[in-house]
């Protein structure tokens, strides 16, 4: 198992911070050996950034391609490993939309050093405005140690020479320039002698400048490595350094360019919808960040976000028929999802995984009998995060794709009405299933369906971070901690959603008086939109060990489900909590998180009782953070 920090990948380090490998893996770590000597790695071995070997190949794949471990830039962010940035969208005057731009699926450098540079009506007024935005944010440039990204090494010539005639003595620091020229060049900028080096790549990775304090993205990048590589550049700790301020120049992009891509990098996980988020003025960023974008610039990274979701049936298509070439990788569900960062959800909500390689001429185009029911079943695969339940959904799978029924049933074993619920989502009589081997025979006749559930569990068992762990509990209950379960599914455990009943909708608390049981279903951010006046509780977490919660406002102390709140422990009841951030993304209904049971700390009110409780289970730190008072 390779646990690594990507991290240093992520911001152009030259080495990860370290790795670890299990017992399996000692024979590939020490193959590496030889290459890691020289350097002095924080905990066990160095790793070039770009996980590749000295014969190009991918040094992951030596370690079977699995990261046990990885912190994502917000997160180092957010642990104060790196410098905060202040991130400025400034509108660029000149646009950049025109198909004379875009070539084999990217922007053509030559064609855009032809508009940044040999145009020199629009280069100048191009110059005038960077200078113009740089001294809005950066008033006093004294002090400012700067690189400028550049589309061609032309262009970066010409913005050290325009800055320079400005009184802001630059240089260009591109390939071409010999090693001691080099050198030289980042001694000036450290010691403050030149204010900015623009370059192409070549500051990309490799060069370590901590005084780096201010960044200008003079281009579009398209790649999200090379991006976070560039920014990477100025989010190291230096002395006096509060902060790394970021000038992005956001024209008219091109309809195929996305802009999401790179502001959702720098996005936490657990976030609203990117055109949501630019809407709200991004309030999830880590502690210390800002991004702000001027009016012109904000709308047009709406539009441009707006056009890119509006054109997923071109749009994906296209990507995934290019996807092999470009990558040099197999495609994959979990590939296509991790290179192009897509929601995956969003992409499921419209097609099949099948149905999209069959848009792309990749695949003939499904026939299954149940696909238009069947369909949902991606989504909520696509949601499932408990490893335990991936694994055993992946074990029925291939028991029903080899047509052995009585095997998929067995090994379904207490969990069968679970799985049945994520296949198929309704009643028997609502879907014409009679019996559960009803249910799992009617699944071998819907083939892609079944492969492409294989590839998203596949995903999904590469990308959970959860552990797998199932709470203690006075009963069997086969739900994993922290992992993801819709109202039904829930239900299903505790024998309230059956072939002849999908149980309650529509309510914010479970009663199973069976095993004593009650769960609580909490939306944190509510909105209007989607909860009743009456129904607009005040639940969000005190900490990430203690959580207020507001009963049905029709429940009064005095109530049998009042006292069983307040008196659970004598009364033998568990308090389960499932938890979501929001109630939908990308216009899917999100399910919960299963948080454990709880024990009340306090109570005070009625209609409805305002309760604290204490979780047994520390809940999720990002969870915590995203929803907490005050944010």
């Known amino acids: 198992m390779l646990t690594s920090r990507r991290l240093w990948e992520q911001v152009g380090c030259d080495f990860y911070d370290y790795i670890v490998v299990d017992e399996a893996h000692h024979g590939a770590a020490a193959s590496y050996r030889p290459i890691f000597d020289n350097f002095t790695p924080k905990i066990l071995l160095g790793?070039?950034?770009?996980?590749?070997?000295?014969?190009?190949?991918?040094?992951?794949a030596d370690f079977g391609n699995r990261f046990a471990a990885e912190i994502r830039l917000p997160e180092a962010l957010e642990e104060k490993l790196l410098s905060p940035f202040h991130y400025f969208g400034v509108a660029d005057p000149i646009a950049i939309n025109g198909e004379q731009l875009w070539r084999n699926g990217r922007y053509d450098a030559a064609a855009l050093e032809n508009v940044y540079v040999l145009d020199h009506v629009r280069a100048k007024q191009r110059v005038a405005a960077i200078l113009t935005a740089l001294h809005r944010y950066e008033p006093d440039?004294?002090?400012?140690?700067?690189?400028g990204f550049c589309v061609t090494i032309k262009h970066a010539v010409f913005m050290a020479e325009q800055f320079t005639r400005q009184g802001i003595l630059s240089e260009a620091f591109v390939y071409g320039v010999d090693a001691e020229r080099c050198t030289e060049l980042l001694d000036d900028l450290k010691s403050g002698k030149l204010t900015f080096l623009f370059t192409v790549d070549k500051l990309s990775e490799g060069v370590d400048v901590p005084e780096v304090n201010i960044i200008l993205f003079l281009r579009p990048t398209e790649s999200l490595t090379v991006f976070l590589q560039q920014l990477g550049r100025g989010l190291r700790h230096a002395p006096g350094k509060d902060?790394?301020?970021?000038?992005?120049?956001?024209?008219?992009?091109?309809?195929?360019?996305?802009?999401?891509?790179?502001?959702?990098?720098?996005?936490?996980?657990?976030?609203?919808?990117?055109?949501?988020?630019?809407?709200?003025?991004?309030?999830?960023?880590?502690?210390?960040?800002?991004?702000?974008?001027?009016?012109?610039?904000?709308?047009?990274?709406?539009?441009n976000i707006r056009e890119n979701l509006s054109r997923l049936t071109v749009q994906v298509p296209d990507r995934l028929q290019t996807f092999t070439s470009e990558t040099g990788q197999p495609l994959t569900f979990g590939n296509f999802i991790r290179y192009h960062d897509y929601d995956p959800e969003l992409l499921l909500a419209k097609e099949s995984w099948s149905e999209w390689k069959a848009r792309a001429q990749l695949a003939p185009s499904p026939v299954d009998p149940d696909l238009t029911r069947l369909k949902k079943s991606l989504v909520r695969a696509a949601f499932i995060n408990g490893p335990k339940e991936a694994g055993l959904l992946c074990?029925?799978?291939?028991?029903?794709?080899?047509?052995?029924?009585?095997?998929?049933?067995?090994?379904?074993?207490?969990?069968?009405?679970?799985?049945?619920?994520?296949f198929w989502g309704d009643k028997g009589s609502n879907v014409g299933i009679t019996s559960l081997e009803d249910a799992f025979r009617r699944l071998v006749a819907n083939p892609t369906i079944l492969a492409d559930l294989?590839?998203?569990?596949?995903?999904?068992?590469?990308?959970?971070?959860?552990?797998?762990?199932?709470?203690?509990?006075p009963f069997t209950c086969p739900l994993e901690l922290h992992a993801r379960y819709g109202g039904k599914e829930i239900q299903s455990v505790f024998g309230k959603a059956t072939l002849e009943t999908a149980g309650q909708t529509g309510v914010g608390v479970f009663h199973f008086p069976a095993v004593s049981c009650y769960a609580l279903l909490i939306t944190f951010q509510k909105s209007e939109k989607e909860f009743s006046p009456s129904t607009m509780y005040a639940d969000y977490p005190i900490?990430?060990?203690?959580?207020?919660?507001?009963?049905?406002?029709?429940?009064?102390?005095?109530?049998?489900?009042?006292?069983?709140?307040?008196?659970h422990m004598e009364r033998g009841y568990t308090i389960l909590v499932f938890a979501r951030d929001q109630k939908k993304r990308n216009g899917v209904t999100v399910p919960f998180t299963y948080l454990g049971p709880v024990e009340r700390v306090s109570h005070e009110g009625e209609r409805p009782i305002k309760l604290v409780w204490q979780l047994r289970h520390s809940m999720p730190v990002e969870m915590f953070k995203d929803n907490r008072r005050g944010g």
């Open 47 to 60: 790793l070039t950034a770009t996980p590749e070997r000295m014969d190009g190949d991918n040094v992951a």
């Open 141 to 147: 440039v004294n002090g400012l140690k700067g690189i």
């Open 243 to 303: 902060c790394l301020t970021v000038l992005d120049f956001v024209g008219q992009a091109h309809r195929r360019y996305r802009v999401d891509t790179k502001l959702k990098a720098l996005l936490p996980r657990h976030r609203f919808s990117i055109d949501k988020e630019v809407e709200l003025d991004f309030p999830h960023l880590p502690a210390g960040c800002s991004i702000q974008l001027d009016r012109l610039s904000r709308q047009y990274v709406l539009d």
């Open 395 to 422: 074990e029925v799978i291939a028991a029903i794709s080899r047509g052995d029924i009585p095997a998929a049933v067995t090994i379904a074993g207490e969990s069968v009405m679970l799985l049945y619920y994520r």
């Open 454 to 473: 294989k590839e998203i569990l596949a995903w999904s068992l590469d990308a959970t971070q959860v552990s797998g762990m199932i709470p203690l509990l």
């Open 543 to 567: 900490s990430r060990e203690l959580l207020h919660w507001e009963s049905q406002a029709n429940t009064a102390q005095h109530h049998i489900d009042g006292q069983n709140f307040i008196h």
